[in-house]
């Protein structure tokens, strides 16, 4: 997961998706906001995240795993540049952390869900798990 973590989010290497997920992946966050399904919808996510929070920098703190499933605690850094988690961009840095739970199907990602605390002004937490909210945008 540190190539997911490090080469997609970090550097945006959106060509890795395709060799680390299986093509009917399910990425929890993404469809909790309506974005498309497979690969499709990791890249959407990534490419989110990416365009919202500028010049990101992750840092991982712990993987542990297991045969067919991983999960990572990360950390993030950037600038909140666009609208994300419901909250209109800012200018300012923001900080959170994440916890991402991968299931492995063939040792590659077939289900991504996470729990994220991020501070804006406030902390806003998100957790794939949960059903949206009315209004809430991942833009």
């Given amino acids: 997961m540190e ?5 997609v989010g970090a550097k945006g290497r959106l060509e890795l ?3 680390i997920a299986q093509p009917d992946m399910v990425d929890e966050a993404n469809q909790t906001f309506g974005g498309p399904p ?3 919808g990791l890249v959407a996510h990534v490419e989110g ?3 919202n929070v500028g010049d990101v920098r992750i840092s991982i703190d712990r993987i542990v795993a297991g045969t067919d499933e991983v999960m990572a605690q990360w950390s993030f850094t950037g600038k909140h540049v666009g609208p ?3 909250r209109t961009p800012t200018g300012k840095e923001i900080t959170g952390t994440v916890f991402s739970f991968f299931d492995l199907t063939d040792g590659r990602i077939s289900r991504y869900r996470l729990w994220l605390c991020a501070m ?3 902390p806003v937490v ?3 798990s949960k059903p949206r909210r009315s209004g809430d945008t991942q833009n």
Avoid: M, N
Wanted: glycine share 8%.
């Fill in 49 to 51: 995240f990416r365009r």
């Fill in 3 to 7: 190539t997911y973590l490090l080469e």
């Fill in 38 to 40: 497979g690969r499709d």
């Fill in 126 to 128: 998100f957790d794939s």
């Fill in 17 to 19: 998706i395709e060799e």
């Fill in 84 to 86: 994300w988690l419901g």
């Fill in 120 to 122: 804006f002004e406030v």
